[in-house]
């Protein structure tokens, strides 16, 4: 494996990758999940700052999840000139486990 200098490109690459990613996936899942909260708490009859809290505290939590999908994402995905990896601390970086 051949290491690759990290440029402004290759950041601006991975930055535009998660923003995109990320903003679509959450408003997608974003409204799904709010038109679905609104239809199960509509026959409880539950307040507006409830429902507001309940809201947020949903929203957090899907936020979470889809910044973890999406970060996932980026080591899944080939670009042009290089790939993201993780790699051991100490191990040789020019040479790639194929296990």
């Known amino acids: 494996m051949e290491q690759v200098e990290v440029s402004w490109i290759r950041i601006a690459k991975i930055y535009w990758l998660v923003f995109w990613r990320g903003a679509i996936f959450l408003v997608l899942s974003t409204l799904i ?30 936020g979470v999840t889809v910044a973890m999908v999406v970060f996932r994402m980026i080591f899944d995905k080939m670009f042009t000139d290089f790939e993201v990896v993780l790699v051991r601390p100490g191990s040789k970086t020019n040479q790639l486990d194929t296990e």
């Not at 409880?44 to 507001?52: I, Q």
Request: aromatic share 20%.
């Open 33 to 62: 999940a709010g038109f679905f909260l609104r239809v199960i708490l509509s026959p409880f009859d539950v307040s507006e700052f409830a429902f507001v809290w309940i809201a947020r505290v949903i929203g957090a939590l899907i």
